[in-house]
Protein backbone atom coordinates (compact mmCIF):
# COMPACT_ATOMS: atom_id res chain seq x y z
CA UNK A 1 0.00 0.00 0.00
CA UNK A 2 1.50 3.66 -0.97
CA UNK A 3 0.68 7.00 1.04
CA UNK A 4 -1.56 7.69 -1.77
CA UNK A 5 -3.84 4.46 -1.26
CA UNK A 6 -4.24 5.59 2.43
CA UNK A 7 -7.73 7.32 3.80
CA UNK A 8 -7.32 10.97 3.64
CA UNK A 9 -8.97 12.37 6.28
CA UNK A 10 -8.81 14.88 8.89
CA UNK A 11 -10.81 13.98 12.08
CA UNK A 12 -10.09 15.40 15.44
CA UNK A 13 -8.41 12.58 17.98
CA UNK A 14 -11.32 13.65 21.19
CA UNK A 15 -13.72 15.65 19.78
CA UNK A 16 -16.60 13.34 19.04
CA UNK A 17 -15.62 9.82 20.37
CA UNK A 18 -12.82 9.01 22.67
CA UNK A 19 -10.43 5.79 21.69
CA UNK A 20 -12.27 4.02 24.60
CA UNK A 21 -15.55 4.27 22.48
CA UNK A 22 -13.61 3.18 19.71
CA UNK A 23 -11.34 0.18 21.47
CA UNK A 24 -15.23 -0.85 22.61
CA UNK A 25 -16.50 -1.21 18.87
CA UNK A 26 -13.20 -2.72 17.76
CA UNK A 27 -13.66 -5.32 21.01
CA UNK A 28 -16.93 -6.38 19.66
CA UNK A 29 -15.81 -7.93 16.54
CA UNK A 30 -14.94 -11.44 17.31
CA UNK A 31 -15.45 -12.76 13.66
CA UNK A 32 -15.70 -11.22 10.22
CA UNK A 33 -19.54 -9.30 10.44
CA UNK A 34 -21.66 -7.97 8.51
CA UNK A 35 -21.18 -3.82 8.68
CA UNK A 36 -24.93 -3.64 9.16
CA UNK A 37 -24.59 -6.03 12.54
CA UNK A 38 -21.59 -4.12 13.74
CA UNK A 39 -23.66 -0.58 12.61
CA UNK A 40 -26.82 -1.70 14.56
CA UNK A 41 -24.98 -1.97 18.04
CA UNK A 42 -23.14 1.59 18.08
CA UNK A 43 -23.91 5.04 17.42
CA UNK A 44 -24.05 5.60 13.28
CA UNK A 45 -21.40 8.20 13.56
CA UNK A 46 -19.37 5.94 15.77
CA UNK A 47 -19.16 3.18 13.34
CA UNK A 48 -18.51 5.79 10.55
CA UNK A 49 -15.33 7.29 12.52
CA UNK A 50 -14.57 3.75 13.50
CA UNK A 51 -14.62 2.61 10.03
CA UNK A 52 -12.13 5.81 8.68
CA UNK A 53 -9.79 5.28 11.23
CA UNK A 54 -8.87 1.53 12.23
CA UNK A 55 -11.46 -0.65 10.45
CA UNK A 56 -10.64 -3.34 7.09
CA UNK A 57 -13.97 -3.19 5.66
CA UNK A 58 -14.38 -5.54 2.26
CA UNK A 59 -17.56 -6.06 0.45
CA UNK A 60 -19.33 -4.85 3.37
CA UNK A 61 -18.00 -6.83 5.84
CA UNK A 62 -15.95 -5.90 8.60
CA UNK A 63 -12.72 -7.86 8.54
CA UNK A 64 -11.11 -9.75 11.75
CA UNK A 65 -7.44 -8.27 10.97
CA UNK A 66 -4.75 -8.30 13.61
CA UNK A 67 -5.82 -5.09 15.06
CA UNK A 68 -9.02 -7.19 15.98
CA UNK A 69 -6.88 -9.61 17.08
CA UNK A 70 -4.72 -7.66 19.27
CA UNK A 71 -7.24 -5.88 20.97
CA UNK A 72 -9.24 -9.46 22.12
CA UNK A 73 -5.55 -10.74 23.26
CA UNK A 74 -4.46 -7.92 25.04
CA UNK A 75 -8.11 -8.61 26.98
CA UNK A 76 -8.81 -4.98 28.00
CA UNK A 77 -7.90 -1.46 27.08
CA UNK A 78 -4.09 -1.82 27.70
CA UNK A 79 -1.73 0.79 27.54
CA UNK A 80 -0.29 -1.01 24.43
CA UNK A 81 -3.76 -1.21 22.64
CA UNK A 82 -4.19 2.53 23.05
CA UNK A 83 -0.77 3.18 21.73
CA UNK A 84 -1.42 1.51 18.61
CA UNK A 85 -5.02 3.23 18.11
CA UNK A 86 -3.48 6.36 18.63
CA UNK A 87 -0.81 5.49 15.81
CA UNK A 88 -3.35 3.97 13.33
CA UNK A 89 -5.32 7.14 13.91
CA UNK A 90 -1.86 9.99 13.48
CA UNK A 91 -0.76 7.30 10.72
CA UNK A 92 -4.08 7.66 8.43
CA UNK A 93 -4.29 11.22 9.14
CA UNK A 94 -2.84 12.99 5.61
CA UNK A 95 -2.19 16.32 8.04
CA UNK A 96 -0.02 14.37 10.92
CA UNK A 97 1.90 11.74 7.77
CA UNK A 98 2.46 15.06 5.89
CA UNK A 99 4.10 16.84 9.17
CA UNK A 100 6.43 13.96 10.01
CA UNK A 101 7.70 13.68 6.31
CA UNK A 102 7.93 17.22 5.41
CA UNK A 103 8.59 19.15 8.26
CA UNK A 104 10.35 16.38 10.56
CA UNK A 105 12.13 14.11 8.28
CA UNK A 106 12.73 16.40 5.75
CA UNK A 107 16.17 16.28 6.33
CA UNK A 108 17.35 13.41 4.78
CA UNK A 109 15.22 11.22 6.80
CA UNK A 110 16.76 12.63 10.23
CA UNK A 111 14.44 13.38 12.06
CA UNK A 112 14.07 17.26 13.61
CA UNK A 113 12.41 16.38 16.76
CA UNK A 114 13.90 19.78 18.29
CA UNK A 115 10.84 20.73 16.23
CA UNK A 116 8.71 19.41 19.15
CA UNK A 117 10.30 21.49 21.84
CA UNK A 118 9.10 24.68 19.98
CA UNK A 119 5.50 25.80 19.32
CA UNK A 120 5.61 24.46 15.95
CA UNK A 121 1.53 24.67 15.48
CA UNK A 122 1.36 27.01 12.90
CA UNK A 123 1.56 24.36 10.22
CA UNK A 124 -1.80 22.79 10.89
CA UNK A 125 -3.43 26.53 11.55
CA UNK A 126 -6.48 25.49 9.52
CA UNK A 127 -6.50 21.81 10.70
CA UNK A 128 -6.56 21.08 14.30
CA UNK A 129 -4.20 24.31 14.81
CA UNK A 130 -2.63 23.87 18.54
CA UNK A 131 -4.91 20.75 19.35
CA UNK A 132 -3.39 18.69 16.59
CA UNK A 133 0.10 19.31 16.70
CA UNK A 134 0.13 18.33 21.02
CA UNK A 135 -1.71 15.84 20.29
CA UNK A 136 1.12 14.52 17.71
CA UNK A 137 3.78 15.60 20.32
CA UNK A 138 1.98 13.76 23.53
CA UNK A 139 1.93 10.29 21.53
CA UNK A 140 5.47 10.56 20.45
CA UNK A 141 6.76 11.61 23.69
CA UNK A 142 4.48 8.65 25.43
CA UNK A 143 6.02 5.78 23.05
CA UNK A 144 9.36 7.25 23.51
CA UNK A 145 9.85 7.92 19.58
CA UNK A 146 10.97 11.28 20.60
CA UNK A 147 12.59 12.52 24.43
CA UNK A 148 11.79 15.70 26.09
CA UNK A 149 14.09 17.83 27.77
CA UNK A 150 18.22 18.26 26.44
CA UNK A 151 18.49 15.11 25.09
CA UNK A 152 16.20 16.42 22.05
CA UNK A 153 18.42 16.49 19.12
CA UNK A 154 18.37 18.28 16.57
Given at each position: MTLSQLPQFVS???KYYRVEDHY???ASISRDTPESVVRAQFDRDLYATAKQRY???KNKIVIKD???DLVHDEGGFT???KMVLYFLFMFRDARYRKFIC???GKDGG???TSIFRDKHSDYFAHVGGRKAFT???QFLFQTGIVHDGPSVQT
Amino acid sequence: MTLSQLPQFVSSLSKYYRVEDHYALIASISRDTPESVVRAQFDRDLYATAKQRYLAVKNKIVIKDKLVDLVHDEGGFTERVKMVLYFLFMFRDARYRKFICEEVGKDGGTWRTSIFRDKHSDYFAHVGGRKAFTNLRQFLFQTGIVHDGPSVQT
